[in-house]
């Protein structure tokens, strides 16, 4: 199946720099990604749609200037925590959608590995 | 708007049952409808996809079968092991395109 490169896996930073997450989509190309939260035990929570070359579309609840995402390209998305802070410690997961044959909305989603966020 | 909910919560079995997996959504005009596994701190990995005018998929032991009037998903897992233990998440992809999850069925099979 198709692969989705997110990286770092895990970071530790201390409270109020800036950690940049990466998300690749390795052998097709993506015009949407979407980027998620997830909490020890919880489901996954969309955090923001991104459409290459457009703004990112920000769920409600989600400060579009504390989650600065980047979608510069077919093949690359960024997740930007700007001055983290200890609750922003969490699991950020990526995924990109292949486009299907019947739309770009209708293809097969592949995932990311995670990162593993901790803000001392 | 639409709502993915996954029955049961939990599962225990011992070594080689038969299992029945369950997603129901609301929102029955879908484009497709997905199934993935998640390891305890991975990402998740897609095992079946089913696009909304198909009634099934297979992939080994996997077999997962979609019923778009009653707005429900199943999938089976024949002869479990215990590398089938971990969270299995439904997603449902509409007319916006964004997928909605359910809150998964966590797992174990024990030897």
């Known amino acids: 199946g198709a692969v989705v490169s997110q990286h770092p896996s895990r970071v530790i930073c201390k409270s109020g720099t800036s950690v940049k997450i990466e998300c690749r989509s390795l052998d097709f190309q993506a015009t949407t990604m979407f980027w998620y939260r997830q909490f020890p035990k919880q489901s996954l929570m969309l955090m923001a749609t991104s459409n290459e070359g457009s703004k990112a579309t920000y769920e409600q609840g989600v400060e579009k200037d504390k989650f600065l995402i980047n979608h510069a390209s077919l093949t690359l998305s960024t997740l930007t925590v700007t001055s983290a802070h200890p609750e922003d410690s969490s699991f950020y997961i990526c995924?990109?959608?292949?486009?299907?044959?019947?739309?770009?909305?209708?293809?097969?989603?592949?995932f990311g590995e995670g990162s593993r966020l901790t803000v001392l | 708007k639409q709502e993915v909910t996954q029955i049961p919560a939990a599962l225990s079995v011992p070594e080689g049952e038969n299992l029945v997996l369950n997603c129901s959504f609301t929102d029955s005009a879908i484009y497709n409808l997905q199934w993935f596994r998640q390891d305890p701190g991975k990402g998740l990995t897609s095992l079946l996809l089913?696009?909304?005018?198909?009634r099934e998929q297979t992939s080994g032991r996997l077999n997962a079968s979609l019923d778009k009037s009653s707005g429900r998903s199943t999938l089976y897992i024949a002869a479990s092991q215990p590398g089938d233990s971990a969270t299995y998440l439904c997603a449902v992809s509409g007319g916006s395109y964004i997928p909605t999850f359910g809150r998964g069925t966590s797992l174990i099979v024990h030897p």
């Open positions: 995924s990109a959608r292949a486009q299907g044959a019947g739309g770009p909305g209708t293809g097969e989603l592949f």
């Open positions: 089913i696009q909304s005018s198909q």
